[in-house]
C-alpha cells in the first residue's frame, strides 16, 4: 500500500477503505510519512469530503490509536460535555457541579484555548493548587466521591488527533466538517460516557459561523456515536456576541463564582440551566422540564455552588488566590443609546493581544488579562456611562477606543436572538 496512491484517490473524490485511512494514520503517527505527505492527505478531505462511513473510519482509528477509559465501576448516571468553544464560554465551570449535585457523575476532559479561542484549562490554571493531571484512578475515584471532575486532556488518549490537529492548525484546514467531526468523537467516545452532550457554538465568535454548516457537523457526530451505541445530542448556541460579563481567564473563574452567588448574565444563565437540563434529564432518564426543576432548584438552595467549592476543593484548588493581578482601565461610552450588537470577534482579538490567549500550546499566557462588560445586549447607555473595565499588564495601542467600537449603540432597541437556536439528537 503506497500513501500516494491513496493521496491520488481521495483527490478524485473515491471512497476510502479502512485499511487506507489506518494505514495513512498509523503511518504518520509512526513517523513513516512526514508532515508534507500527510498534509496532502487532509487538504484532499478538506477539499473533498468524505462520506459518513469513512468518517467513522477515521474517527474508530483516531480512538484505536491511544487508550480508552473505562468507567463501568461507577455505579451512577454519566455524561460528558463537550462545547466547541466560544468567546467567554465559562460554561463547563457552572454546568460540571450543577449536574454532579443531581447525582449525575460529569467526566471531563478539557483543553487549552489556541488562536482567539479560550480553554477551560487555562481558566483552570488561573486558581493557584488546582491539579489538572490526575492518574485514571484518581480521576475515577474523584467522579466517585464528587461527581464530576475537571483535567486536563491525557497524553495517551487519541494519540493521533492530537498530531493531526496541530498539523491541520499550522496548514489552515481546520474548518473542514468531517474532520472536526472525528477529532472531537474520537476523544469523547474514548473518554468512555455513553450519554454525549455537546454545546456548538455558531456565530461571528465560533468556528462554525452557519447554522447550516453547524447542524451538517451536529448531525454528523450525533451519527458516529451512533456507530459506538453512544447517545450523542448537540445543541447550537449563539455566539455572535460574548457569552456572559467576563472575557479573560481569572475573570472567567470570578464570573462563575458570582454564578453560584445569584450574581448572573442572562444569557449566561439561561444558557447553562438548558445544558445542564438536557444532560440530567437524558442520564436520568426524566423528562426535560423536572430536569429544569430540579437545577432551579440545585441553584437557589445553594447544593450547586456547594458542590462547585467541593469539587475546586478536592482538585486542590484555592479560589481565595486566584491569579487576578492586573491594571485596570475604564472605558466610558461616547454615545447614547441602546447595545443592539457586540462584536465578539473583534472583542476576542482584543483579549489575546492583552495576553490571554496563545498561538502554540507551549506560549505562555496572562492568565489576569481580559475584560468585564459593564454594560451587555440590549442595554440602555448615556454618554459618560462605564461600557466596561479592561484588565491588562502590557498595554494595547488604542485598545479603549478598539473595546468601544465593539459596541453597536442605536436609538432604537433591537431584539436581541435567542441564544438557544435548536437541539440536535
Given at each position: 500500500?503506497?500513501?500516494?496512491?491513496?493521496?491520488?484517490?481521495?483527490?478524485?473524490?473515491?471512497?476510502?477503505?479502512?485499511?487506507?485511512?489506518?494505514?495513512?494514520?498509523?503511518?504518520?503517527?509512526?513517523?513513516?510519512?512526514?508532515?508534507?505527505?500527510?498534509?496532502?492527505?487532509?487538504?484532499?478531505?478538506?477539499?473533498?469530503?468524505?462520506?459518513?462511513?469513512?468518517?467513522?473510519?477515521?474517527?474508530?482509528?483516531?480512538?484505536?490509536?491511544?487508550?480508552?477509559?473505562?468507567?463501568?465501576?461507577?455505579?451512577?448516571?454519566?455524561?460528558?460535555?463537550?462545547?466547541?468553544?466560544?468567546?467567554?464560554?465559562?460554561?463547563?465551570?457552572?454546568?460540571?457541579?450543577?449536574?454532579?449535585?443531581?447525582?449525575?457523575?460529569?467526566?471531563?476532559?478539557?483543553?487549552?484555548?489556541?488562536?482567539?479561542?479560550?480553554?477551560?484549562?487555562?481558566?483552570?490554571?488561573?486558581?493557584?493548587?488546582?491539579?489538572?493531571?490526575?492518574?485514571?484512578?484518581?480521576?475515577?475515584?474523584?467522579?466517585?466521591?464528587?461527581?464530576?471532575?475537571?483535567?486536563?486532556?491525557s497524553e495517551k488518549i487519541a494519540?493521533?488527533?492530537?498530531?493531526?490537529?496541530?498539523?491541520?492548525?499550522?496548514?489552515?484546514?481546520?474548518?473542514?466538517?468531517?474532520?472536526?467531526?472525528?477529532?472531537?468523537?474520537?476523544?469523547?467516545?474514548?473518554?468512555?460516557?455513553?450519554?454525549?452532550?455537546?454545546?456548538?457554538?455558531?456565530?461571528?465568535?465560533a468556528f462554525m459561523k452557519t447554522?447550516?454548516?453547524?447542524?451538517?457537523?451536529?448531525?454528523?457526530?450525533?451519527?458516529?456515536?451512533?456507530?459506538?451505541?453512544?447517545?450523542?445530542?448537540?445543541?447550537?448556541?449563539?455566539?455572535?456576541?460574548?457569552?456572559?460579563?467576563?472575557?479573560?481567564?481569572?475573570?472567567?473563574?470570578?464570573?462563575?463564582?458570582?454564578?453560584?452567588?445569584?450574581?448572573?448574565?442572562?444569557?449566561?444563565?439561561?444558557?447553562?440551566?438548558?445544558?445542564?437540563?438536557?444532560?440530567?434529564?437524558?442520564?436520568?432518564?426524566?423528562?426535560?422540564?423536572?430536569?429544569?426543576?430540579?437545577?432551579?432548584?440545585?441553584?437557589?438552595?445553594?447544593?450547586?455552588?456547594?458542590?462547585?467549592?467541593?469539587?475546586?476543593?478536592?482538585?486542590?484548588?484555592?479560589?481565595?488566590?486566584?491569579?487576578?493581578?492586573?491594571?485596570?482601565?475604564?472605558?466610558?461610552?461616547?454615545?447614547?443609546?441602546?447595545?443592539?450588537?457586540?462584536?465578539?470577534?473583534?472583542?476576542?482579538?482584543?483579549?489575546?493581544?492583552?495576553?490571554?490567549?496563545?498561538?502554540?500550546?507551549?506560549?505562555?499566557?496572562?492568565?489576569?488579562?481580559?475584560?468585564?462588560?459593564n454594560k451587555t445586549i440590549g442595554?440602555?447607555?448615556?454618554?459618560?456611562?462605564?461600557?466596561?473595565?479592561?484588565?491588562?499588564?502590557?498595554?494595547?495601542?488604542?485598545?479603549?477606543?478598539?473595546?468601544?467600537?465593539?459596541?453597536?449603540?442605536?436609538?432604537?432597541?433591537?431584539?436581541?436572538?435567542?441564544?438557544?437556536?435548536?437541539?440536535?439528537?
Amino acid at each position: 500500500m503506497k500513501a500516494i496512491e491513496i493521496i491520488e484517490k481521495k483527490q478524485k473524490n473515491e471512497k476510502l477503505e479502512y485499511k487506507e485511512i489506518e494505514y495513512m494514520v498509523n503511518s504518520y503517527i509512526k513517523n513513516k510519512i512526514n508532515d508534507d505527505t500527510m498534509s496532502q492527505f487532509v487538504w484532499a478531505i478538506y477539499n473533498n469530503g468524505l462520506s459518513i462511513e469513512e468518517t467513522y473510519f477515521l474517527t474508530d482509528v483516531m480512538i484505536k490509536s491511544g487508550e480508552t477509559i473505562d468507567l463501568s465501576s461507577i455505579n451512577k448516571p454519566i455524561v460528558d460535555k463537550h462545547s466547541t468553544g466560544g468567546v467567554g464560554d465559562k460554561v463547563t465551570l457552572i454546568v460540571s457541579p450543577i449536574v454532579a449535585a443531581a447525582g449525575v457523575c460529569v467526566p471531563k476532559m478539557s483543553g487549552r484555548g489556541l488562536g482567539l479561542t479560550g480553554g477551560t484549562i487555562d481558566k483552570l490554571e488561573s486558581i493557584p493548587g488546582y491539579k489538572l493531571s490526575l492518574s485514571r484512578g484518581s480521576f475515577v475515584e474523584e467522579l466517585k466521591k464528587v461527581g464530576c471532575a475537571v483535567i486536563s486532556q491525557s497524553e495517551k488518549i487519541a494519540v493521533a488527533d492530537k498530531k493531526i490537529y496541530a498539523l491541520r492548525n499550522e496548514i489552515g484546514a481546520v474548518d473542514s466538517i468531517p474532520l472536526i467531526a472525528s477529532s472531537i468523537m474520537s476523544k469523547k467516545i474514548a473518554s468512555g460516557s455513553d450519554i454525549i452532550i455537546i454545546d456548538l457554538k455558531v456565530g461571528k465568535g465560533a468556528f462554525m459561523k452557519t447554522i447550516k454548516d453547524a447542524t451538517l457537523l451536529a448531525k454528523t457526530m450525533v451519527k458516529i456515536g451512533a456507530f459506538y451505541n453512544k447517545k450523542v445530542i448537540c445543541t447550537l448556541s449563539d455566539m455572535n456576541i460574548p457569552l456572559g460579563r467576563n472575557i479573560g481567564n481569572a475573570l472567567e473563574v470570578k464570573e462563575a463564582i458570582d454564578f453560584f452567588k445569584g450574581k448572573y448574565d442572562k444569557r449566561l444563565y439561561e444558557l447553562s440551566v438548558y445544558i445542564s437540563s438536557l444532560m440530567i434529564s437524558t442520564a436520568k432518564k426524566i423528562s426535560f422540564s423536572k430536569a429544569k426543576k430540579l437545577v432551579i432548584n440545585l441553584l437557589e438552595s445553594g447544593h450547586a455552588k456547594n458542590k462547585f467549592y467541593e469539587w475546586i476543593r478536592y482538585q486542590g484548588g484555592d479560589l481565595t488566590k486566584i491569579r487576578d493581578k492586573a491594571k485596570k482601565y475604564i472605558v466610558v461610552s461616547t454615545k447614547s443609546g441602546y447595545i443592539n450588537n457586540i462584536d465578539s470577534l473583534k472583542l476576542s482579538q482584543l483579549v489575546f493581544d492583552l495576553g490571554a490567549g496563545r498561538i502554540k500550546k507551549t506560549d505562555k499566557i496572562d492568565y489576569a488579562s481580559g475584560v468585564l462588560l459593564n454594560k451587555t445586549i440590549g442595554d440602555r447607555v448615556i454618554k459618560g456611562d462605564i461600557l466596561g473595565v479592561i484588565f491588562y499588564n502590557k498595554k494595547v495601542e488604542d485598545m479603549d477606543k478598539i473595546f468601544e467600537s465593539c459596541f453597536k449603540i442605536e436609538p432604537k432597541k433591537k431584539r436581541p436572538k435567542k441564544i438557544i437556536i435548536k437541539t440536535i439528537k
